[in-house]
């Protein structure tokens, strides 16, 4: 059966842009998302664990939403086709596979025609438009695993209104089940367009619907389903919203299907579900489009650059098994992924140290030489698919940034960026990462090394330009001392005060930094005046700011990125000037809200 269509809407802000197109596709869809990571795409049976690692490969959305000339000669979104799938396929074979790039995900539209009409089978499921697919998606897993690649497919979540057919429609392999028992009875919608009726698991037909969904793409040999505008997340929050009992009947109904299918979900999830989608799922998208819906595939303020702000609350929910999803990472052609090239090496670089699955949206068969150097570069895949933690800022963020994170042979991967529209000079000091003196820098997008540098590196950057080095400390532990927040030793004014906090050193932070609330550390003592790199530990589960200061200086507004949190404590550094002596140190929150201050640890001397 075919539903009937919905016209397609204009674009309007980018956040909300992809669920009007899928508003107008009767059901929803967004950015697509890759196939799980298995290392051999030839593996059925499971024996390569699902999402050990970050998937790599190809995703159709970037090149269906843009308004680049030429893409979608049909309409809009009409570049999905099953030749442009296979075309990408063969090149994805040709050109990325040995790198590790190894999926081919085709994204929303799949079962709809030119008009937008959505098409089902007589069991309420999503079968494939005959013209965008004349051979069915069974053939075109086919031809994607004959290329030693995996295959991925798309589906909003919730049961979309095309499919409820009255009530009537039967549930495949479950006699006596129609679509009428698995929603509810006043038909309230869900996901993140509201084209989809609430699915009522309280009803084990329910189950046996999702178990149909599931064993047609196992049927099919698909192994990665994308589930889109779930909730919490999408833009939406509610009980209709709250699509965790959706994502976990998917996990339950793919363990018996009978083929490993990695489960991705989309998009803004709520982050106070992770664990949630850590539990149920092997991957979810942590932010908005990164598409611009535009006439490139993306431009760096619509929305590369959101990225920096919203990753580091995420950079402790990522693991073997789930990961951080970012979006597409379209850096293969310049003039049509709409940036520079600084800001092209800024894009991988984060998505990199973020360990985010690395799909391009880009066509793989125009890719310019820059965007292959920085698609193949090993060195930087290696930091996305190694074993070390997700990296998060080791700075206060602002314009300029350092981000970091420790391996586990004791070297520390380093990233600059200079997020400014002018260039800027970034310094990364290893006072930050705990240790001094000398260490070995090897630059990985240049694949050079760069000697040994003592205490620090600088970079000067162009404006959204990055760097990326492998740091290696040859020199000393830095001698350090560190003072606790609650101390009765600190002066705390306005309505700052003591807490219990268990991820924090002592048991305690100081919180209630607000409307004027000031935290003074007093007796903090060094041997000689210099600029002093301190440590901040502290808990904040929204990004927050405070001025800080040392002595009776005049002291500057500092960002704290979130924690994730408020029972999360992380780390940054700011660069504080301090006299031989006794010095004081506070954390002001002004007019606003501070975050909560764990301690800080304090170089002996510069």
């Given at each position: 059966m ?11 802000a980018r956040?909300?842009l ?6 107008a ?23 390569t ?8 490969g ?5 090149m ?9 000669p ?7 086709t099953e ?6 396929t063969?090149?994805l074979?040709?050109k990325l ?11 929303a539209?799949?079962w709809m ?10 069991y309420g ?8 697919f ?5 053939a075109?897993?086919?031809?994607i695993?004959?290329?030693?690649l995996?295959a991925?497919?798309?589906l909003?979540?919730g ?12 549930i495949?392999?479950?006699p ?6 698995i929603?509810y009875?006043?038909l309230?919608t869900?996901n ?16 046996k619907?999702?178990?149909?969904q599931?064993?047609q793409?196992?049927?099919w ?14 833009f939406?929050?509610?009980?209709n ?11 339950q109904?793919i363990?018996?299907?009978?083929r ?7 998009w ?11 539990k ?5 998208r ?9 006439n490139?595939?993306?431009t760096w303020e619509?929305s590369?650059?959101d990225r920096?702000?919203?990753?580091p ?9 789930g990961?951080?999803?970012l979006?597409?990472?379209d850096v293969?052609?310049g ?11 800024s894009?991988?670089t ?9 799909f391009t ?5 125009r ?5 292959v ?8 895949i ?7 933690p997700?990296?998060?800022?080791v700075?206060?963020v ?6 970091g994170?420790?391996?586990?042979d004791g070297?520390?991967?380093?990233a ?8 800027a ?8 990462f ?9 630059d990985?997008?240049?694949k ?11 970079a ?8 990326l080095?492998?740091?290696?400390p040859a020199?000393s532990?830095?001698a ?7 101390s009765?030793?600190?002066t705390l ?7 219990g906090?268990?991820a924090?050193?002592?048991g305690k932070?100081?919180g209630n930094l607000y ?22 530990s502290?808990v904040s ?11 009776s200086g ?13 029972s ?5 550094s700011?660069?504080?000037a ?8 506070t954390?002001?929150s002004?007019?606003g809200?501070?975050?909560?201050i ?9």
């Amino acid at each position: 059966m075919r539903s009937s269509s919905y016209p397609v809407l204009p674009g309007t802000a980018r956040r909300s842009l992809r669920g009007l197109v899928v508003l107008a596709l009767t059901a929803g869809f967004a950015t697509a998302f890759p196939a799980a990571h298995a290392d051999t795409p030839s593996d059925p049976a499971g024996t390569t664990a699902v999402a050990a690692k970050p998937f790599m490969g190809w995703s159709s959305w970037s090149m269906q939403s843009s308004k680049y000339p030429g893409l979608n000669p049909e309409g809009d979104y009409s570049y999905l086709t099953e030749a442009n799938v296979l075309k990408q396929t063969d090149a994805l074979a040709a050109k990325l596979k040995k790198y590790g790039y190894d999926h081919v995900n085709i994204d929303a539209g799949w079962w709809m025609d030119k008009n937008w009409k959505t098409g089902f089978d007589r069991y309420g499921r999503q079968t494939p438009d005959p013209v965008r697919f004349p051979r069915g998606m069974k053939a075109v897993a086919d031809h994607i695993h004959a290329k030693g690649l995996k295959a991925g497919i798309y589906l909003p979540v919730g049961l979309e209104k095309g499919a409820y057919g009255g009530g009537e429609v039967p549930i495949w392999n479950a006699p006596g089940c129609t679509t009428g028992d698995i929603v509810y009875p006043d038909l309230r919608t869900t996901n993140g367009w509201d084209n989809a009726y609430k699915i009522d698991f309280g009803d084990a037909c329910a189950q046996k619907y999702i178990d149909s969904q599931a064993q047609q793409f196992a049927d099919w040999g698909y192994d990665f389903l994308k589930l889109d505008g779930v909730g919490p997340g999408s833009f939406k929050s509610g009980d209709n919203y709250d699509n965790v009992a959706d994502v976990a009947a998917w996990q339950q109904a793919i363990a018996t299907a009978g083929r490993p299918i990695h489960l991705e979900l989309s998009w803004s999830l709520d982050i106070g579900h992770a664990a949630d989608w850590k539990k149920y799922s092997n991957g979810w998208r942590i932010d908005t489009d990164v598409e611009c819906y535009c006439n490139t595939l993306v431009t760096w303020e619509n929305s590369v650059d959101d990225r920096w702000d919203d990753a580091p609350a995420w950079s402790r929910k990522a693991g073997p098994g789930g990961w951080n999803d970012l979006d597409a990472v379209d850096v293969g052609n310049g003039e049509m992924d709409g940036l520079t090239k600084a800001e092209r090496q800024s894009y991988m670089t984060l998505w990199a140290i973020s360990k985010s699955p690395l799909f391009t949206g880009d066509d793989l068969t125009r890719l310019d030489g820059y965007g292959v150097s920085l698609l193949t570069n090993q060195e930087v895949i290696a930091v996305d698919q190694n074993d070390s933690p997700v990296a998060r800022p080791v700075t206060t963020v602002g314009d300029q940034q350092v981000w970091g994170t420790e391996n586990p042979d004791g070297s520390h991967t380093v990233a600059l960026f200079n997020l400014g529209d002018s260039p800027a000079s970034v310094t990364a000091q290893w006072a930050s990462f705990g240790f001094t003196g000398n260490a070995a820098v090897r630059d990985l997008w240049n694949k050079a090394d760069l000697g040994t540098h003592k205490n620090r590196i600088t970079a000067a950057l162009p404006a959204h330009g990055s760097r990326l080095f492998t740091v290696r400390p040859a020199g000393s532990t830095l001698a350090t001392t560190s003072y606790e927040a609650e101390s009765a030793a600190n002066t705390l004014s306005g309505n700052a005060s003591p807490a219990g906090c268990d991820a924090c050193s002592g048991g305690k932070k100081v919180g209630n930094l607000y409307g004027g609330g000031k935290l003074r550390f007093n007796d903090v003592t060094v041997k000689k005046d210099g600029i002093y790199t301190v440590r901040v530990s502290y808990v904040s589960g929204d990004p927050r700011s405070a001025t800080v200061l040392s002595n009776s200086g005049n002291g500057s507004s500092q960002k704290f990125p979130s924690t994730g949190d408020w029972s999360t404590a992380e780390t940054v550094s700011v660069q504080l000037a301090l006299k031989a002596g006794t010095n004081t140190i506070t954390f002001d929150s002004g007019d606003g809200y501070a975050p909560d201050i764990d301690r800080i640890v304090v170089p002996q001397s510069v």
